[in-house]
Structure formats: C-alpha cells, structure tokens
C-alpha cells in the first residue's frame, strides 16, 4: 500500500525528518508514537501532499506510483485520506455541500456519474446515525462552531463516505471525552478491512485500546527507531520514550 | 418570479415584425458646455424646467471640486475630452450576429450560463436583428399597466409625468450633492423611472434588462423609483454578463423614495469592464445611489453584487427619516488584477426607532485594492436607532489590499450600535482541506468564497443568485495559483 523510503524532509533549512522508513502493507493498523516534535505531523502532511515542505531525499511509493509527484487532490482520489488534527472551518459552506462534492470528485476521477441525490442522502443519512451524529449537521457550516468532539466525529463521517484506501488519522483522539472517543473508535473499526489500510498518529496509549493496531512505531527525531507490536504500547505507556530512544542510540 | 417564463418565452419566439427606430445618428463633439447642455435637452424633447434644472446644475458643477479623498488612484479625467451625448449606434454599426462578436465574450456568456438570445443582446448586436423586443415590452407594459405601476424610461416619464419626476427629482441626491452628482444632473443620459401607486404591490420583478432601449442609457444614467403609501417593488439592475461599453467614465445617480409602510428593494449586479490585466481601459465608476424612507415603517434595502469596473467609489445609501424605518445595505464586492474599490454605505438615522443593517463582504485578488468606507450616523431625534454592521474582508494571494474605514456619529444615548469586521486570508488551511477531499483547486476557492458571501447571496433574487455565484467563479479565474 505505501512505501517510505529513506525520507528527509526539511522546513525553513531545519531538517525534520531524517531518513524515515516504513511500509503499509493492506490491511494493516499501524500506530506511531512518539515524543512532541519527532515529525509525526510532518510525516502525515507529507504524505497528504502538503506544501512548505522540502523534501530533500527518499521516496514514497504509494499502490505502486510515485506519491510525490502526484498533486494533493491526485492522491485523495486514490483513495488517500488524512484526517486532521485539526480540522479547519469553512464559513457559509454547509457540510452537505462538501462531502457531496468530495464524494463526486472521487466517482468522476473513478468515471462514475456524479451521485443521485437520493441515493446520496440515504448514504448520509445511514452514516450520519451510525456515528450518533444528528441530521442537522448536514446543514451546519464545515466544522464551524463545533466542540472539538464533533469536529472529529466529522472527520470520521467523510471518511465513512469517502471510503479511502490508506486513511491517516492524525491525533484523531485529541480533545475526545471518552463516549467520543468511543464513536470515533467504532467508527475506524468499522472500516477495518483486507482492502485498507490505517495508519494512526497518537500521543495516548489510550486510544489504541479501542482501536487495536497490528504494528507500533517509536518516531524521534526524524526517524522510525523502533517497531513492534501493541504491547509495546503499553511498555512505552509504563516507562516512556527515553528508554527506546537510548536503546537506539546503542 | 411567475412571469419570467412567459417573458423567455416571448424572446424564443421567431422575428416576427420590423422593430421602427429613427434615430439620427449625431454626436457632439468632446467638450461640456451651456450650448452642449441645450442640445441634449433638446434632442429629448425636454420642457423648459428640465433645460432649467441642467443648466443650473451645471453651474452649480462648476463651482465644484472633484473628491479627492477616496481610497483609489486614477489619472486625472479631463472632462472636456468627454463627448457629452452620443445618439445610440444604429443597427447597422453592431454586429449582425454572434459570429461577428468576439469570441472571448462569448466564452465568458458559455462559463456565465446565459441563455443563446441574451447572449446576443448582450453582446450588442442589433436587438432587432435578436427578438422581438416590442411584443415583450408590450405585454410587460400592459401587465403592468393594469397594476398601475408605471416603468419607463426617465426621458419618457419627464415628457409623460413631468408634475412626478418635478416633485421627487433630485429630491434626496440633491443637486449639489457631490461633483459627479452635479454632473449627472447637467448631462445624464437616460435611465429608469418606477412609480409604484399606493397599496399596490408590483406584479413582477422590475429589470432593467426587459426596459427597450436600456442598452443605450449612456455614461450618465439617472435612475428615479417612488413607491406610494404600503407599496413594494423589487427592482434589478445590472446583468451578470460584461457588458461592453466605449464609454470609460459612468457617473450614474439613483433616487429611491419610499412613503408610509412602502418597501423597496433595489438589487444590483455590476460586471462592468475592468480592464486587462494591467488595468488598461477599464470602466470608471462614480456612481451616486440613495435611497430615503421619507414615510414610517417603510424599509429600503440595496443588495449589490459588484465584480466589475477598473475603479468604483460607490455607497448606495440610506435616509431613515419615518418612524421605525429600516435600511439594509448588502454588497459582496469583488476586485482582481489592478481594480480599485472604494465602497460602502451610509445609514443615517432621523427617525424614532429606525433600524439598519449592514453586510459588506470584500474579496481581494491579484494585485486589487479596495475599501471599505461606511458611515453610520445617528441624530438626536432618532431615540431608540439601531445599527448593526459587519464588514468582512478575504484576501486571496499576497498581493492584493484591504481598508475598512467605518466612521460613526452618535448623537443619541440610546441608539444602539454594533460593528463587527474581519480579515481573513483565503486559508492555506482551507484550501489544503478541500483539496485533501479531492476537490480541485478552483472548484476549493469557488467554494470558499461563495461561503463567504453567503449572508449577501441570499438577499438576492433566486435567479439573480444563481447567476452571482457563477459571476464570482468567472471573476477570480486564475486568482489562485
């Protein structure tokens, strides 16, 4: 699904990432941790296609093409997703209206017709109710005035309708009370499947007990400096970064 | 709008029969004078106190110095360069069909989605040769006839109503106004007049586009609506095509008056030429626009959407004289490659309990300016006045400027004033998010702007609406990236 090879990235002359390397097979959750300032966001808008970056070396390959030298709209019709950290508002342009034209860019860049309205609000509407959100969110500005708990529910339901290949989620679990953090978590499971894969970029242990990865990455300093499995979760939870970053340095 | 199908369906029919004009094709030379004055006068067939009231403009403008203090940078005009009246082109001179028009023009008409027939008297070619514009005129005349609103030209209503256009002309822009008010009085060229009777409400929306001989109003139009005791009228002016024009200088002047529990509401779209990418011929446009709630209870309310012109100073305004009047000012102004702006309002409170609203929303691109510029006045006799204003600014690129310049007077304790403003930059972060959704860069910013003129669009006519945010796409073509 997605290769990353040997990348350094750098912004304003200050290098971020410094040679990181990782591979998303289908199918797969994959987890990456890490302390503040490692490159985690850097790595996701990278990847998202995001510009003020430098890429300086490396690759990334993405269903076997080139992800860097295609544009940022390319790469979401592919199928790529990154959900934001922060998701951003948009005055005066309803939800409905996005996620309509989000979803018709897709089909048309897949030569599908544009989505009967019909069948486009039955769509909505059943994904609307599976992620306990109310109708009238549809009419709502795009994340205008939301809590921080209904941003990212939202971000969850345009992922639910636009089906990506390879979803990021970046900090998807930050400012999320727990019966939030329930939804958003039955929400990503429920899109598990042999056919995609998921990366998570997190902070908490605490998120990967409702979304169970299958591999866990330690990111510091601009590099992947150890990989496993969930249960080094709970080893980085109980004694923190420092010592996987000394073991690297050995 | 019930009768706008009936009308398309006039234009569709074939040409029927001959459309008579026997106009002489004269214009005067360049230059502004009494002797010029009296020439036009007489080519309308003016009575004397018409004559009168130019020519005492006119000296009045000569006393006068044009405004300096507007947030817009042009080279002097020199106004004895100008040709004063020029006869409309006779058909002979306009192309004889689309494919004598210049295909640019067409392809902006394609991208606006305006119909094949208005496409063509848009673009100038001879509106005989088109449709037959008398049928459409006569039944839109007798509809309203019926109704007893009276809708003609204001060269016609001086000879047809003189005791009307006497009592309220100039009656709230007066004469000495402003410089290009003044001028506007010596020499304005034609323009509409509506006089909506008590009680009645006008059967249909009133446009400029369906009044015969509109395309020739000139450079110096003049503009008189009056709605009667508990009468509405919505009148539209303006056409989200360009329109093409030799004319570089337009100093238009409207007049609203609005009686006892009358309403109006004064809808305009300005897509005039703003000039090549360097600003390069584009229109100037100095326009003086009032409107006054002279009666209680009776509302005013200007929505504009403007994208044209190379320079516009322009504050469509309101004098809330009655009692629990209302004023509404709702403007999206849009500015690309060099235009200028100045733009704004003035609400000005007399009335007990009267009431104004005010949403501005600029956009900026390329290397534009523009301005806000709005005045909200309150007079001591207005007791319980209340204003609200919003002025919103969006810049897109690093190139362009925004001004908000909001002056108040308050000499009443208990009005109530609030002003919000902002100036965002179309968001990097905005941008990235929809395209991030697969959505294409233009089809991002077209999005985000027309959110942003959300509170404005909706003002507007359904029809008109539809064609403004299409107006606002062609607009900031290549304004991003």
Redesign the interface.
Known sequence: MLEVKDLRVSVEGKEILKGLNLTINAGEVHAIMGPNGAGKSTLSAII????GYEITGGSITYLGQDLLEM???E???EGL??G?QY??E????KNV??LK??LN??RK?LGLPEIEAPEFMKLVREKLAFMKMDNSFLHR?VNEGFSGGEKKRNEIL?MLI?EPKLALLDEIDSGLDIDALKIVSHGVNSLRDAGRSIVMVTHYQRLLDYIVPDHIHVLSDGKIIKSGDKSLALALEERGYDWVIEEAAQ | MANQEEMEQLVRREYKQGFVTDIESDTVLPGLNEEVIRFISAKKEEPQWMLDWRLAAFEQWKQMEEPQWAHVHYPAIDFQAISYYSAPKSSDDKPKSLDEVDPKLLETYEKLGIPLHERAALAGVAMDMVFDSVSVTTTFKEKLGEAGVIFCSISEAIREYPDLVRQYLGSVVPVTDNFYAALNCAVFSDGSFVYVPKGVKCPMELSTYFRINAANTGQFERTLIICAEGAQVSYLEGCTAPMRDENQLHAAVVELVALEDANIKYSTVQNWYPGDEEGKGGIYNFVTKRGECRGDNSKISWTQVETGSAVTWKYPSCVLKGKNSVGEFYSVAVTNNMQQADTGTKMIHIGEGSRSTIISKGISAGRSDQSYRGLVKVLPSAKGARNFTQCDSLLIGDQCGAHTFPYQEIANSTAQIEHEATTSKIGEDQLFYCRQRGIAEEDAVNMIVNGFCKDVFKELPMEFAVEAEALLSVSLEGAVG
């Not at chain 1, 948009?90 to 342009?93: K, R, T």
Request: glycine share 6%; hydrophobic share 50%; charged share 25%.
């Open positions: 998202a296609g995001r510009e544009d940022i709209e790469r979401a019709r997703l990154l934001f998701p951003v948009i005055p005066g342009v209206y996005l034209a989000a860019a897709k860049h500005s345009q636009l």
